[in-house]
T-cell receptor
Framework: TAGITQAPTSQILAAGRSMTLRCTQD?????MYWYRQDLGLGLRLIHY???????GKGEVPDGYSVSRANTDDFPLTLASAVPSQTSVYFC???????????FGPGTRLTVL | RKEVEQDPGPFNVPEGATVAFNCTYS??????FFWYRQDCRKEPKLLMS???SGNEDGRFTAQLNRASQYISLLIRDSKLSDSATYLC????????????FGQGTTLQVKP
């Protein structure tokens, strides 16, 4: 069982370029989430989606956008990357909003 | 004050020791509580949910104290493989899906 997959595993991106981080789950979970994890700051929620067709802003949404066209996929887009977006990005899902979350393996992004 | 606070450690303990971590949360309306484990450079993984009456899973025991707004994790008979960062996680309101993560407590179990 794949669970949650993320792509790419890692990426080096030039500042000003756009990029989409992919996240796919095969558990038919209703809710999905994007976090970033930085040393000393822990996990911070970027955007979330409680069900397909809806999205919401988390703690640090600026510079990021998401879409939830179907249950399985929840891509995260950086329209114009900046060095402060260098981080490890985790996608997660839960069967229902508010429940325990399962995490993907993460994408390590470096913006130069 | 942070919404979820943990002592970052590290806690250095010998194999076989018993170790306990506490975590405090600021919102008395919080409804769901979890402990996650994260190994270096890996994704967080659910260790256990925390129930009002307390719960046990093998060598791990979780407790919730609503009056004092803290949760605890007790690990008995520590193994080398228990070395990791333990994240305290709180859902402030059910059904919003927004979990608040503590920064984690690092445990190092030594031979």
């Amino acid at each position: 069982t794949a669970g949650i997959t993320q792509a790419p595993t890692s990426q080096i991106l030039a500042a000003g370029r756009s990029m989409t981080l992919r996240c796919t789950q095969d558990m038919r979970h209703n809710a999905m989430y994007w976090y970033r994890q930085d040393l000393g700051l822990g996990l911070r929620l970027i955007h979330y989606s409680n069900t397909a067709g809806t999205t919401g802003k988390g703690e640090v949404p600026d510079g990021y956008s998401v879409s939830r066209a179907n249950t399985d996929d929840f891509p995260l887009t950086l329209a114009s990357a900046v060095p402060s977006q260098t981080s490890v990005y985790f996608c997660a899902s839960s069967e229902l909003a508010g429940g325990s979350q399962f995490f993907g393996p993460g994408t390590r992004l470096t913006v130069l | 004050r942070k919404e979820v606070e943990q002592d970052p450690g590290p806690f250095n303990v010998p194999e076989g020791a018993t170790v306990a971590f506490n975590c405090t949360y600021s919102n008395s309306a919080s409804q769901s509580f979890f402990w996650y484990r994260q190994d270096c450079r890996k994704e967080p993984k659910l260790l256990m949910s925390v129930y009002s009456s307390g719960n046990e899973d093998g060598r791990f025991t979780a407790q919730l104290n609503r009056a004092s707004q803290y949760i605890s994790l007790l690990i008995r008979d520590s193994k080398l493989s228990d070395s990791a960062t333990y994240l305290c996680v709180v859902n402030m309101k059910s059904n919003t899906g927004k979990l608040i993560f503590g920064q984690g407590t690092t445990l190092q179990v030594k031979p």
